[in-house]
Each structure stands twice: as structure tokens, then as C-alpha cells.
T-cell receptor
Framework: EAGVAQSPRYKIIEKRQSVAFWCNPI?????LYWYQQILGQGPKLLIQ????????DSQLPKDRFSAERLKGVDSTLKIQPAKLEDSAVYLC?????????????FGSGTRLTVV | TQLLEQSPQFLSIQEGENLTVYCNSS?????LQWYRQEPGEGPVLLVT?????EVKKLKRLTFQFGDARKDSSLHITAAQPGDTGLYLC?????????FGTGTSLTVIP
């Protein structure tokens, strides 16, 4: 079975610019997550989708971050405008169930550097 | 304050040594998971512990879930360079899934 696909793998932008990340989950997985991971730390949940609806976005900085999951499959995460502290790896994960982390599969992530 | 605190944060040991990583919380978890993450990759699930007091073994790795289901440990016997990576515990006390603060392990040949 194909894994969770993310693109791009790397992105370097200047502060105040915009950037978008794309995620294609495992086929049939209803739940999709976006995480932000600072180097050497555990991932922090930004947003959780169940099909195309948002389940939890309490830790998403909504003044600059947005995410959507059209048709309940692919998802995009956007940052506009980017700040230096947004430099991190952005991980996408999917699972066939709604909670608990069961069946989690992560993508390889997008490493964002804001200069 | 992090919901899941791991210790130590960094660990550098010689090949062949043993080590233990701890994951602690004040919350009760129905289950806890351990992940290993290599540089440039996403975390990969190692094990899920469900029952208080449960011990699971995966080759040289031994995972234990505390009796009160608030803590867990990962013990590695005779560490090898291939064990190098970021080890993460994770769990969901409610509807949200949390990751621990992480333990970065380096095994020196």
C-alpha cells in the first residue's frame, strides 16, 4: 500500500512570504492530521480533519495558518505571511479511525526554512 | 507544560551499552505508543501498550506501561548504531493525540 505522500520535501522562503504544503493520505483513511515539529522536539498537532470536516484546530495559529481538505482526500496547509519561528518540519499523517493514534501513518514531512 | 514529559532529552552512549527512556504524565492514558523517527523521515510506530503493568518486547527493545497508566518506559539492551534516532511516546487522554517531548539517542560505534 502506498504511504502518505507530501510535497515539497524542502522549502526555503523569506519572512512575510507565503507557502503551501500538500498531503495525499493513504487511500481510505478518513482522518488526516497536520503536525509542526521543531528540530529535536515532539510533533505538535496543528489541525485534524475527519473526512473534509475540521475536528480540532485549537493549536492552529489562525491569523497566518490555514488548511483545507477538499473532497475528504488531499489536503493543503498554507502559511501567509511566514515568520522566522515557522521554520520547522511539517508532517502529515492519516489514520482509518478518528482518534487515539491507532493506525497512524506519517509522511516524510516538508522541511520549511524561513530566512 | 507538556502533557507527556520524556527523559532524558538527549542521550549519547557507546555501542553495546544499555539504556532506558522514560515517559511521564499526570494524566491517565488508555494506551501509550512509542515511535522512532530518523532524520528526514516521519515517526514510525514501534509498539502500543494498553494494559497497566503491561510489558512488551520487540527484539532488544522492552516497553513497559505503568500500573496507573500514567507513565511508560523503553529499555534498549546492547544498543547498536542503527538504534540512533528520536524516540517519541504518544497517547490520547481524551480526544486529542499528544506526542511527548522526545529523546534524541545517539549510539557511537
Amino acid at each position: 500500500e502506498a504511504g502518505v505522500a507530501q510535497s515539497p520535501r524542502y522549502k526555503i522562503i523569506e519572512k512575510r512570504q507565503s507557502v503551501a504544503f500538500w498531503c495525499n493520505p493513504i487511500s481510505g483513511h478518513a482522518t488526516l492530521y497536520w503536525y509542526q515539529q521543531i528540530l529535536g522536539q515532539g510533533p505538535k498537532l496543528l489541525i485534524q480533519f475527519q473526512n473534509n470536516g475540521v475536528v480540532d484546530d485549537s493549536q492552529l495559529p489562525k491569523d497566518r495558518f490555514s488548511a483545507e481538505r477538499l473532497k475528504g482526500v488531499d489536503s493543503t496547509l498554507k502559511i501567509q505571511p511566514a515568520k522566522l519561528e515557522d521554520s520547522a518540519v511539517y508532517l502529515c499523517a492519516s489514520s482509518p479511525v478518528g482518534q487515539g493514534g491507532y493506525g497512524y501513518t506519517f509522511g516524510s514531512g516538508t522541511r520549511l526554512t524561513v530566512v | 507544560t507538556q502533557l507527556l514529559e520524556q527523559s532524558p532529552q538527549f542521550l549519547s552512549i557507546q555501542e553495546g551499552e544499555n539504556l532506558t527512556v522514560y515517559c511521564n504524565s499526570s494524566s491517565v492514558f488508555s494506551s501509550l505508543q512509542w515511535y522512532r523517527q530518523e532524520p528526514g523521515e516521519g515517526p514510525v510506530l514501534l509498539v502500543t501498550v494498553v494494559t497497566g503493568g503491561e510489558v512488551k518486547k520487540l527484539k532488544r527493545l522492552t516497553f513497559q506501561f505503568g500500573d496507573a497508566r500514567k507513565d511508560s518506559s523503553l529499555h534498549i539492551t546492547a544498543a547498536q548504531p542503527g538504534d540512533t534516532g528520536l524516540y517519541l511516546c504518544a497517547g490520547a487522554p481524551g480526544n486529542q493525540f499528544y506526542f511527548g517531548t522526545g529523546t534524541s539517542l545517539t549510539v557511537i560505534p
